[in-house]
C-alpha cells in the first residue's frame, strides 16, 4: 500500500528486472516453481501529475524555485513575528504568482493527460483465450498476442511472430522515431511465421540452456513504428508502457536557460545584497539610536513589559527579519510572472507570422520552447547542415557516366553527351545495361502502393512494380540519392533480377551527389559462401558491427568499374540572402556537412557562404597531431600577413576569411590545439566543416559554445542528424523537411526554410531581445524607487519599521498600478520598423553580446531608480517642509497623506518612464498606460472613501481625497514627476544627437523617408547577391578557389 | 475546399498577429523637445512665479515656549515638579496680521510616526463600538488596561500622550488685556469629525464609559474634554481628533484654532498681545522643543516657499537645455545616412 502510494506521488520508479521472460499469450509453465514477473501495464505515462499529487507536488516543484522559496520565508517571516506589514501583503502576491503558474502548468498536464488517455485508449486486436478481442491500449500485458493490420502504429514492443506474407516478413516504417522515411524489412521468428504455440522467448537475454532462436532487431518491432505494406501481423508484446524503447528515449530534455534569465538571476542576486545591506544597516542604526534612553522609551511610547524582558539578542534578529520585510519588496515577486507570460504570450508571434509561413508545405513557424524568445536576438555563431538545411534535399537526377561516357538525361531519355535527343540510341551497350542493372537493384529503396489489392505475393517488389501504372507507387528510400536514382532509371525502362552487388560512395566533382557503380560476378559457390559468411555476421550476438563489416570488406573487392552517376541537390529559395544578411548581422555561418571537401566548398560558394573575395584557409587531411598544429600556426601567421598588406587601404576594405575543415583534422585540431583552433576560427568569418560525423557537429558546438568569450550559438538542421547539434546549442533550429520530424521535435524552433532565418533572428530575435531587457531592467527599476522612500523614511522615525504606505498599496503595486503598461511593452514594442531590422541586418549588432542588459545598463537603471526615489521622497520631504499646511483651510496632513503623496508621485513618475522608453504606441499602450493611472487614482478614490469593515485600522480613510484637495499636492506631483523625467529626457536627446546608434539613426529614416530607404537598402542587397549567384553559376569552384589565392 | 485544406495552417492576416497595428511613434528628437521644453520652461517659470509671490505675502509668527534658555518666559514652567504652571508669551504685532489666522502648536523631536506607537489604538473603539470600550484591541498595549485590569477608553499610545497645553490669547490694549476668541471647530477632516470617529449613541455620554477608565496621561476623562460644548466631547473631540491623526515626521505641527470672530475677523490688528500658556506637556527629556506658531494661509496653504523656486530652478533649467541643445543642433545637426 505504502509502495502504491510512494508510485502514485512519483517517487519510487517502476521496479525493473535484469532479464525477462516472456510467455507467450500468457501460458505459464504448469510445473516446476515458477515465479511470475512483474511487468509494467501498457499505460504511457507522460504526464506529470496525478489529480491527488497535484497540489503537493506542483507546490514543492515551485518552491524548488529561489524566488517563490525566498518569498515563501518572508510571508513565514510575516506570519511568525511581528512585522511592519501584515502577512497579506506578501501572501497575496505570491499566492496568485503561485496560483498562475499552477493553473498554466496544470492546464499543460490536462493536455498531456488527454494526449495520453488517446493513446492508452486506442482499440487494438488482442488474442484472448484463442480468438480476436478488441481491447484498449492500455490492457496489453507482456505476453498478450496483438494483432497489429496496415498503417497502424504498433501498440508496444513486439516481437514479431506471423506476418501475412509468405515469407513471415513485414515493412515498417520508422519516421515518427527517427527521422528515417525509408521502409525496414522485419522477418518473424521462423518457428512461428504460421502458428501460434506455446513457446517461450526470452528477449536481449537469451537463456543459456534453451534451444531458443536468438532475437535480433530485425524480429523487434518498435512501439511507436508503423506497419507499411503488410496487411497484417502477429507480434508477442515483450516491452509495454514505460519499458518500451520509446518510453525510454523520453529523455528530459535539458532545459536550456538564456542569457537574459541568467543576467536576470545575476541582478537578483544583487538586489539581494542590497536588502540585506539595507536591513542589517537600518538594524545597526536602530540600535545605535537606541543607546539612549531618552530616544529609546520617552514618555509617549512606553513599551510592554514583554518587549523589556525579551532578550538583546533575540530583539536584534526579530528587528532584522522585521526590516527585511519591510524592504522585501525591492525583489520584484511579479518579475517572474510577468516574465513567463511575456514569453508565453509573445512567442504566438512566431507562429503567426506570415512572413514565416511557406505556401508550398502549408507550414507556419513553430515555437517549442518560448523560454528562448529573446536567444534569437544574441546568436553569434550559427551552424547549419547542408543537406535539406540549405538546399531542398530534392535529389535530381542530372547525368551519369558510364564507361567514360557522359549521359544526361533528357526528355525522360538517357542521351550520351555531344548527341540530341532524336539521335538513334538502338540497342544498349552490355557495360550500360549492366550499370542500370546495377543502380536498379542494390539499394533499400521499398515501394508503397496506393492499391492494398496488388500486395499478392512477395518477391522482389521492383520487378512486379512494372507491370503497374508507375504513378501509382511512392518511394521509400533511407538515402535520398537512391530514391533519385532508382526514381530515375524507372524512367528509363525496366530491368531483371541478378545477383548480390554493392554500391558505395565515391568521389564526387561538379558539386553534384555522385555515386560510383562497381560490379563483381560470383559464381554460385562463391555465393553460397559469401552468403554465409554475410548471414553468421547478421546473426552474431557480440561484435556484430565489427564482424558485418569485415564480412562486407570480404565481399568489395576486385570490383569492376560500371560508371558514376551524378545527382543533384537544388540550392532552397534566398539561401545566399539569407547567409549574407547574417554575416552583415556580424554572425559567423559554419556549415557542417557530411559532404566531401570539394563538393562541400563548391556549394559553400554557390550559396553565397563562401564568396569570391573571401581568403580561403584549408585545414584538410591532416594526419598527425604535429602536423595539424604546424598548419593551424601557418594558418594564423597567413591570416595575419594578409591582413597587415591590406591594412593601408581604406578601412572599409576588410578582408574576410573562410575556413575549410575536414572532420579528421578537426578532431586532431580538437584534441590537442583547441585554443589555435579557436584563434583562427575566431578570424574567420565562414568556416566549413566537411566530412563530419553528427557527434562531431555536437562537438563543434560544444566547443564554440565554451570558449571563453562564452558565444550564442544556433544550430539548424533536419535531420536525425541534427539532433545533438540542435539539443548542444543555445537556440535549436529545426528544418520542417524531408527528413522526418526528430529534428523538428527536438528543436526549440521549427520553420519550413532556411530563409525564414533572417527574419526570425534579426527581426523576431531583435523585438524579443529588446522587449525582455527593457522588462527585466524596468522591473528593477520600479522596484528600487518603490521601496527606497521606505528605506530613507526609516531616517526619520527612529528606524521603528513604520511603513511609508499602506498596506494595500505595498501589495497592489506590482500587480496591479504598475504591471500592464510594461507587460503591454514587453509585448507589443518595435523600436524600429520590422522591414528596416530585415533589410538593414547591421541593426542586430547594436544588441550583441547581451548589450542592453550589460553591468552598465543595468547600473545606469538602479541608479536612476535610485535618483528618482530620492527626488520622490524628499521632493515630499521639502515640501512638508517645517510642517506648514498644504491646505487652504489650514488643517493638516498626517504621515499616511505623506506616504500616498509619495506613491501618487511614484505611480505617475514609473509609468511616465515607461512611456519615454515606449516607441511604438498602440492603442494598447495608450489604454493601459493612461489606464494604470487613472485605475490609481480611482482605486485610491473608491478604496479612501469607504470605512472598510473587516479592516482592522481605517488608516487610509478619506486621505487621498484630502490630498487632491490640496493644490500644492497638485503643483509638488507635477514638479517631482518633471524633475524626475527632466534629465531623462535631456540625456535622450544628447545621445540620440551625439552618439546615435545605428538603430536610433534607423528610426529616422524609417519613419522619415521610409520608402526611398528600403529600395536603396534592398537595392543594394540584390546588387551583392547578384554578383555572388553569378559567379557560382559561371565558373567552376575550383577556378574560383585559385583566385582567391 | 480542398484549397482551404492546402492552406489550413496559414496564419490569419490581421494586423494585430502581423504586429502591423496601427502606432504612433514619437521620437525625442531636438526638433520636438527643444520647443517642448521652452514651453514648458516659461509656464513652470509663470507658475513658479505665482506660487512664490503667493507664499511671499503670507505672514508667519513663530514662538519658542519652551523655556530651556533661562530667560524664557517658560523656564520656569520646564521643571517637570512643577503643576499647572502657567506662563506668558508676550509679543507685538507692528502690522495687521490678516485674518484668518491660524494658531498651531508645534512640537519638534516627537515621533508621532513611530511604529508601536502608531499602531497602539483602537479604531473600532473609536468607530463607538461598545464591545471594544470593555475589551480594547490588543495592539493598544501598554495602554490597554491599566493596572486594575480596567480597560483604558480611549485606549493606546496615541490617545495616551494627547497634547494637553491649553492657550489663550489677549490683546493689550491701553494695558488692559483683551481676550481673543479662538475658533475651535473645523480644525480636525471633516470626515475624521463626523465619519471615522464616533460617540457610542448613549445619553449622557458618561454613560458609556462605565466601568472604563480614563488613559493614565489624561487630567480628565474623554467625556469631559471640553466643558464649554458637550457636542465637542469624547471621541469627536476637535483637539483630540487633530492629535490622533499622527505626523509624518518629528517635527511638526498641529492646528490648535482659528481665529476667525468678533473684532478680530479681518486679523490681528497691530499691538501688543500676550499668550497665556498652561504649560503641561513634557518635552525636555526626550530633548523636544514646543513652539506656538500664527499663520494666515492661501490656497496653497501656509508659506511655503520650496514650491515656487522648485518652479523657478526646473524652469529655467528647461530653458537652459533648450538653448544648449538648440547649439548643439545647430553645431552638429543629425548625422544623417551614414
Not at chain 1, 40 to 61: C, G, H, M, Q
Not at chain 1, 244 to 264: H, P
Not at chain 1, 329 to 344: A, C, D, G, N, W
Not at chain 1, 808 to 817: D, R, S
Request: proline share 4%; charged share 20%.
Amino acid at each position: 500500500m505504502l509502495r502504491w502510494i510512494r508510485q502514485q506521488l512519483g517517487f519510487d520508479p517502476p521496479h525493473q528486472s535484469e532479464t525477462r521472460t516472456v510467455y507467450v499469450a500468457n501460458r505459464f509453465p504448469q510445473h516446476g516453481h515458477y515465479v511470475p514477473q512483474r511487468f509494467a501495464d501498457n499505460r504511457i505515462i507522460s504526464s506529470k501529475y496525478t489529480i491527488w499529487n497535484f497540489v503537493p507536488k506542483n507546490l514543492f516543484e515551485q518552491f524548488r524555485r529561489i524566488a517563490n522559496f525566498y518569498f515563501l520565508i518572508i510571508f513565514l517571516v510575516q506570519l511568525m513575528i511581528d512585522t511592519p506589514t501584515s502577512p497579506v501583503t506578501s501572501g497575496l502576491p505570491l499566492f496568485f504568482v503561485i496560483t498562475v503558474t499552477a493553473i498554466k502548468q496544470g492546464y499543460e498536464d490536462w493536455l498531456r493527460h488527454k494526449a495520453d488517455n488517446e493513446v492508452n485508449g486506442a482499440p487494438v486486436f488482442v488474442v484472448r483465450s484463442g480468438s480476436l478481442v478488441q481491447t484498449r491500449s492500455k490492457n496489453i500485458r507482456v505476453g498478450d498476442i496483438v494483432r497489429v493490420a496496415k498503417d497502424e502504429t504498433f501498440p508496444a514492443d513486439l516481437v514479431l511472430l506471423s506476418s501475412d506474407r509468405s515469407d513471415g516478413t513485414c515493412h515498417i516504417t520508422t519516421t515518427s522515431l527517427d527521422g528515417e522515411t525509408n521502409l525496414k524489412t522485419h522477418y518473424s521468428v521462423a518457428e512461428t511465421s504460421v502458428c501460434q504455440s506455446v513457446s517461450r522467448l526470452e528477449a536481449l537475454h537469451p537463456h543459456p540452456h534453451t534451444q531458443a532462436q536468438p532475437l535480433g532487431p530485425e524480429n523487434l518491432l518498435l512501439r511507436g513504428a508503423r506497419l507499411k505494406n503488410t496487411k497484417e501481423i502477429f507480434g508477442v508484446a515483450v516491452y509495454t508502457g514505460m519499458e518500451s524503447k520509446m518510453a525510454l528515449n523520453y529523455k528530459c530534455k535539458s532545459q536550456k536557460r538564456s542569457a537574459v534569465e541568467k543576467s536576470m538571476n545575476t541582478f537578483l542576486i544583487i538586489y539581494l545584497g542590497i536588502l540585506l545591506f539595507e536591513a542589517v544597516l537600518s538594524t545597526i542604526l536602530k540600535y545605535a539610536w537606541q543607546a539612549e534612553d531618552k530616544w529609546d522609551e520617552p514618555f509617549y511610547n512606553h513599551k510592554t513589559e514583554q518587549e523589556r524582558n525579551s532578550s538583546p539578542i533575540l530583539k536584534f534578529i526579530s528587528d532584522f527579519l522585521a526590516f527585511l520585510v519591510l524592504y522585501n519588496f525591492i525583489i520584484p515577486i511579479s518579475l517572474y510572472v510577468t516574465v513567463e507570460m511575456q514569453k508565453f504570450l509573445g512567442s504566438f508571434f512566431i507562429g503567426w507570422d506570415l512572413d514565416l509561413y511557406h505556401e508550398e508545405s502549408d507550414q507556419k513557424a513553430q515555437v517549442n520552447t518560448s523560454d528562448l524568445n529573446e536567444e534569437l536576438g544574441q546568436v553569434e555563431y550559427v551552424f547549419t547542415d547542408k543537406t535539406g538545411t540549405l538546399t531542398e534535399n530534392e535529389m535530381q537526377f542530372r547525368e551519369c557516366s558510364i564507361n567514360g561516357t557522359k549521359y544526361q538525361e533528357i526528355n525522360g531519355k538517357l542521351v550520351p553527351e555531344g548527341l540530341t535527343d532524336d539521335s538513334p540510341d538502338g540497342s544498349t551497350p552490355h557495360l550500360e545495361l549492366l550499370f542500370l542493372k546495377a543502380v536498379s537493384l542494390c539499394h533499400t529503396v521499398q515501394i508503397s502502393y496506393d492499391q492494398p489489392d496488388c500486395l499478392a505475393g512477395g518477391g522482389d517488389p521492383f520487378s512486379h512494380a512494372n507491370g503497374f501504372s508507375t504513378n501509382d507507387m511512392e518511394y521509400y528510400a533511407s538515402s535520398p540519392d537512391e530514391k533519385a536514382l532508382v526514381e530515375a532509371t524507372k524512367r528509363y525502362g525496366s530491368v531483371r533480377a541478378s545477383k548480390t552487388m554493392s554500391l558505395y560512395l565515391q568521389d564526387p566533382c561538379k558539386g553534384l551527389r555522385t555515386l560510383v557503380v562497381a560490379c563483381r560476378h560470383f559464381s554460385p559457390e562463391e555465393y553460397i559462401d559469401v552468403d554465409r559468411c554475410l548471414n553468421a555476421a547478421r546473426t552474431a550476438l557480440q561484435q556484430r558491427e565489427e564482424r558485418l563489416q569485415e564480412a562486407f570488406s570480404y565481399i568489395e573487392r576486385d570490383l569492376q568499374l560500371l560508371g558514376a552517376t551524378g545527382v543533384e541537390d537544388k540550392l532552397q529559395d534566398k539561401v545566399q540572402e539569407t547567409i549574407e544578411a547574417l554575416r552583415l548581422a556580424g554572425i559567423k555561418v559554419w556549415v557542417l556537412t557530411g559532404d566531401k571537401h570539394e563538393t562541400a566548398v563548391s556549394v559553400s560558394l554557390s550559396c553565397g557562404h563562401f564568396h569570391r573575395t573571401m581568403n580561403i584557409l584549408e585545414l584538410l587531411q591532416q594526419r598527425s597531431d604535429n602536423e595539424c598544429a604546424e598548419q593551424l600556426r601557418r594558418l594564423g601567421l597567413l591570416r595575419t600577413s594578409i591582413e597587415h598588406s591590406f591594412s593601408y587601404e581604406t578601412e572599409d576594405h576588410v578582408i574576410q576569411h573562410g575556413l575549410v575543415v575536414d572532420g579528421a583534422s578537426l578532431s586532431l585540431a580538437l584534441r590537442e590545439h583547441e585554443k589555435l583552433f579557436m584563434e583562427v576560427c575566431k578570424n574567420c568569418s565562414a568556416v566549413l566543416c566537411c566530412r563530419m560525423a553528427p557527434l562531431q557537429k555536437a562537438k563543434v558546438v560544444r566547443l564554440l559554445k565554451t570558449s571563453p568569450e562564452k558565444p550564442i550559438t544556433l544550430a539548424i538542421g533536419d535531420g536525425a542528424n541534427d539532433v545533438s547539434m540542435i539539443q548542444e546549442a543555445h537556440v535549436g533550429i529545426g528544418i520542417m523537411g524531408k527528413e522526418g520530424r526528430q529534428a523538428v521535435r527536438n528543436s526549440d524552433y521549427a520553420i519550413a526554410r532556411f530563409k525564414f532565418l533572417a527574419k526570425l533572428l534579426l527581426v523576431h530575435g531583435h523585438f524579443y531581445y529588446i522587449r525582455i531587457a527593457t522588462l527585466v531592467q524596468y522591473f528593477f527599476y520600479k522596484n528600487v524607487c518603490f521601496i527606497t522612500p521606505q528605506f530613507l523614511y526609516q531616517f526619520f522615525c527612529l528606524f521603528s519599521q513604520q511603513t511609508l504606505y499602506d498596506s494595500v498599496y505595498l501589495t497592489l503595486y506590482n500587480i496591479c498600478f504598475t504591471s500592464l503598461p510594461i507587460l503591454v511593452y514587453s509585448l507589443f514594442e518595435q523600436l524600429v520598423h520590422p522591414h528596416v531590422l530585415q533589410n538593414k541586418p547591421v541593426l542586430y549588432r547594436d544588441i550583441s553580446r547581451n548589450s542592453l542588459l550589460s553591468f552598465r545598463t543595468f547600473l545606469y537603471w538602479t541608479l536612476l531608480g535610485f535618483c528618482h526615489a530620492f527626488v520622490f521622497f524628499f521632493g515630499s520631504y521639502v515640501l512638508m517642509g517645517e510642517d506648514t499646511t498644504l491646505m487652504g483651510n489650514g488643517q493638516m496632513f498626517g504621515n499616511w497623506t505623506f506616504g500616498t503623496l509619495v506613491f501618487t508621485v511614484m505611480v505617475i513618475t514609473v509609468t511616465l518612464k515607461l512611456a519615454l522608453e515606449t516607441h511604438f504606441w498602440t492603442w494598447m499602450n495608450h489604454f493601459v498606460t493612461w489606464g494604470s493611472i487613472a485605475f490609481y487614482f480611482i482605486f485610491s478614490l473608491f478604496y479612501g472613501g469607504i470605512i472598510w469593515p473587516f479592516l482592522h485600522t481605517q488608516d487610509m480613510y478619506f486621505v487621498f481625497v484630502q490630498l487632491l484637495s490640496s493644490g500644492s499636492a497638485w503643483f509638488a506631483i507635477i514638479i517631482i514627476v518633471v524633475t524626475c523625467l527632466f534629465p531623462d529626457v535631456v540625456k535622450k536627446v544628447f545621445y540620440r544627437h551625439l552618439q546615435p546608434t545605428s538603430t536610433q539613426k534607423s528610426q529616422v529614416t524609417g519613419t522619415g523617408g521610409q520608402g526611398g530607404f528600403k529600395e536603396k537598402w534592398t537595392g543594394r542587397i540584390c546588387d551583392q547577391i547578384g554578383r555572388g549567384a553569378e559567379m557560382g553559376r559561371n565558373r567552376s569552384p575550383q577556378k574560383a578557389l585559385k583566385e582567391n589565392f | 475546399m480542398k484549397e482551404q485544406q492546402e492552406t489550413a495552417n496559414r496564419p490569419d492576416n490581421t494586423a494585430f498577429t502581423q504586429q502591423r497595428l496601427p502606432a504612433w511613434q514619437p521620437m525625442l528628437s531636438a526638433g520636438i523637445v527643444i520647443p517642448g521644453f521652452v514651453i514648458i520652461g516659461l509656464a513652470f517659470i509663470g507658475i513658479g512665479i505665482a506660487l512664490f509671490v503667493t507664499s511671499q505675502n503670507i505672514q508667519v509668527l513663530e514662538r519658542d515656549y519652551t523655556g530651556v534658555e533661562n530667560n524664557s518666559p517658560c523656564f520656569k514652567c520646564s521643571d517637570p515638579s512643577t503643576k499647572n504652571c502657567v506662563c506668558k508669551l508676550d509679543f507685538s504685532l507692528d502690522k495687521l496680521f490678516e485674518g484668518p489666522v491660524f494658531f498651531y502648536y508645534g512640537l519638534s523631536n516627537y515621533f508621532q510616526n513611530y511604529r508601536k506607537y502608531g499602531v497602539s489604538r483602537d479604531d473600532r473603539q473609536l468607530s463607538g463600538r461598545l464591545d471594544n470600550f470593555q475589551s480594547p484591541d490588543e495592539g493598544c498595549v501598554p495602554y490597554q488596561y491599566d493596572a486594575n485590569n480596567k480597560p483604558i477608553v480611549p485606549c493606546g499610545s496615541v490617545a495616551n500622550s494627547l497634547f494637553n497645553d491649553t492657550f489663550k490669547l489677549y490683546q493689550i490694549v491701553n494695558g488692559a488685556r483683551k481676550l481673543v476668541p479662538f475658533d475651535g471647530k473645523g480644525i480636525a477632516w471633516w470626515t475624521d469629525h463626523n465619519v471615522k470617529y464616533r460617540n457610542p449613541s448613549i445619553t449622557p455620554l458618561k454613560n458609556a464609559f462605565n466601568g472604563t477608565v480614563k488613559p493614565t496621561f489624561w487630567s480628565k476623562p474623554a467625556y469631559e474634554l471640553d466643558p464649554s460644548d458637550p457636542a465637542n466631547n469624547g471621541f469627536v473631540n476637535q483637539d483630540f481628533l487633530v492629535w490622533m491623526r499622527r505626523a509624518a515626521l518629528p517635527d511638526f505641527r498641529k492646528l490648535y484654532r482659528r481665529i476667525t470672530e468678533g473684532d478680530y475677523k479681518n486679523g490681528l490688528p497691530a499691538g501688543n498681545y500676550s499668550l497665556e500658556i498652561a504649560y503641561n506637556y513634557p518635552v525636555l527629556d526626550f530633548d523636544g522643543r514646543k513652539k506656538v506658531v500664527f499663520s494666515n494661509v492661501s490656497w496653497m496653504g501656509g508659506k511655503n516657499q520650496f514650491l515656487g523656486i522648485a518652479y523657478l530652478v526646473i524652469g529655467s533649467l528647461c530653458v537652459v537645455m533648450s538653448i544648449v541643445m538648440l547649439i548643439v543642433y545647430a553645431k552638429f545637426k543629425f548625422p544623417d545616412e551614414e
